[in-house]
């Protein structure tokens, strides 16, 4: 192993662990069932076990840059990668349905840091002119793991126990650790200046409020009074932090960074490149298997060319990227997606899976063509010493990408349907299929959307302004642009 260079010690480390992270996920929501019946508590009680979680995250995701920027990236990483794991122990031996949850807050400490940090440590191992080539390594475990997690779920829960799904972090945490003791080095460390504690409470509790608005929105409706009380609280909380990351010397959250055009262009594409996908990632395994009658196992393979595809095609953009610039990229990949977009609306109630199946596929190669450019960009002009706050501030762009994407999707579809019910004549066969057929094909269509916003602002994307990222600078400007300012620090 010590023949490679560092580079890539560094995204074989990172890939165990994020391999491990998101597996844990993807994994868990095929077992929720099973846990139900261990623990024998309603839906409600259940949906802490994501909640607790996606809290905890959201505590520790704004503050991870200015921990490993104290600590030290390698320390911090394995800090994470240790709280993780010791975690995925604690809920596998779990007795109690508190004891799961609390475990599960522990995994999202580790979780929230593990990320960025790790993310961080990469984009600062490689060249700015070579992170394209970072990108293609995250696309391994953000391709192999969703598409193993179903299916290695439901093998564990059928002929295991839902105890394994834990269990089944722990060789792989143990291996990023020892990866991460024998290889990785200690980083210069900047100083961040003193801990910002009202930028911790206010970047955490709005992030977390925000999220758990969202995610409560989708479920109970946006007229339940926790649902508009959370995301008010959310909106004085995130104003708060907003006025005070300014004002400080040395905030929590750098958001000053956003002022970067290239960088704060790319966290609102990553907005709206997860918002187009993940609404249809959320919605084809509830079609499939609610109106087409799909059993899990086999929704999981119908997703598979997707991963596959995705991931190919990252090899692919990660060696033209250099040569042909983001903004082209990143537009395609954008119009591909629209065009998917509108294909499934195709979909009927007996269309052929295969037509599905090919759908998902070119969808895969529109995320291919998405990923690595606009992260590659976002940081092209990122400096080594704002790196750690830099993807701190991209994650939480991420988790609530994410959270809002599906909140308007989920939203979408249970009004349609709910309309639509109200005009079914019980006496007609087929036609609440149909109503049901429809709601999805209006849920489909908020993927056009986003996926449209996304392509409007790709527009403004300039490839002179991530020159670094690029094999070569930029021959000629195109009408209207500028050279590229000094790297944001």
Known sequence: MRGLEYKWLVGITFVLALIMQILDVTVLNVALAALGREFRVDAAALQWVLTGYMISLAVFIPSSGWIADRFGSKRTFQLAVVIFTLASVLCGV??????????????????????????????????????????????????????????????????????????????????????????????????????????????????????????????????????????????VLIGGLIWRELAVRAPMLDLRLLTDRLFGIGNVLLLFQVGAMFGVLFLIPLYLQNLRGVSPMDAGLVLMPQAVAMLLTTQVVSRVYGRVGPKRLILAGFAVQIVIGFGLLLQGIDTSLWFLVGLLAVQGVAMGLLMTPVQTATFARISGAAMGQASSMFNVSRQVATALGTAIVATVLVVLTERGLSTVDPAVPGQLAEVQLGAYHGAFLVSVVFAGLGFLLAMRVRDADAAASLDAPTSGSQPGEREPSETVR
């Open 94 to 235: 779990s007795t109690e349905m508190w004891q799961l949850v609390g475990a599960r807050v522990l995994q999202g400490v580790g979780g929230g840091m593990l990320v960025p940090v790790g993310q961080a440590m990469l984009f600062r191992a490689f060249p700015a002119n070579e992170r394209a080539k970072a990108g293609a390594v995250l696309s391994i475990p953000v391709t192999i793991a969703p598409m193993l997690g179903p299916v290695l779920g439901g093998v564990l829960v059928e002929y295991a126990s839902w105890r394994w799904i834990f269990f089944i972090n722990v060789p792989v945490g143990a291996l990023a650790l020892l990866f991460t003791v024998l290889f990785l080095k200690e980083e210069a460390r900047s100083d961040p200046g003193r801990f910002d504690l009202p930028g911790f409470v206010l970047a955490g509790a709005g992030l977390a409020t925000l999220l758990y608005g969202l995610d409560q929105g989708a479920q109970l409706g946006w007229g339940a009074s926790q649902v508009w009380l959370s995301l008010v609280a959310a909106a």
